[in-house]
């Protein structure tokens, strides 16, 4: 799905995806790209017949005002995957704009203008964040904001994880199930850390920082943590 320039904010619920059959599939898929000026192409699962339609790539009418909202539109997919290409002119994806199946998503490019990105959407991207972006950084598996002092996602992170000493902030469920993690180093200086920031990880102990000021409510929920030192 390629979403035109000019739109800017995709809101929460406002690309849906269930399971339907392939006929109504197909008409809520034309319904949905005619309403805000979306394009449909093929993906690469072959088996996917709501997605590969060369009769729904015809639409090229202008994006319908600056954001997407729920009432704009409902989109119903096959079994495979759907890719989502944004525009140069988004700016803001909310949490939960991509609604339904998680598994299915994927977003395929990250603007250099993507300024606020819901917790929930970071798990969609097939590329790193670009080095052009102005608002995000990325080292390795791990995403931060452009300061470096905000960790924001964190992916497949696995052996032992020392954090940049300009961190000052660990988001919500930023290692959220990174089972492979089997230490980490916090920096002095670090103040916050979020909601199940470290759940169901893996490593057992882990020293917090004399800077520390606040932790979430189950920072540590399902952890293997045995050992906290202060």
Known sequence: IIIPEGV??????????SRYDTYKQKARLGLAVKLFGAKVTNTNDTS?????????????????????????????GDNGFIYIQLPNSITTLE???????SKRWKI??????????????YQYFTTNIPATNKFHSQQGNIIYNKEMTKVLYAKDVS??????STVTEIGDKTFDGNGDLTSI????????????AFAATNFKTIRLPQSLESIGEEAFYNSSITSVNI
């Open 159 to 164: 052996g032992d994880l020392v954090l940049p």
């Open 108 to 121: 395929s490019n990250i603007p250099d203008n993507l300024q606020s990105i819901g917790e929930d959407n």
């Open 185 to 196: 180093t916090l920096p002095e200086g670090l103040k916050k850390i979020g909601y199940r």
């Open 8 to 17: 800017e904010t995709i809101k929460t619920n406002a690309i849906a995806v």
């Open 95 to 101: 949490y939960g704009c991509l609604d339904g199946d």
């Open 48 to 76: 996917s017949n709501a997605m590969g339609e060369e009769a729904l790539n015809w639409l090229t009418s202008p994006a319908k005002g600056r954001e997407i909202s729920e009432s704009d539109t409902a989109l119903n």
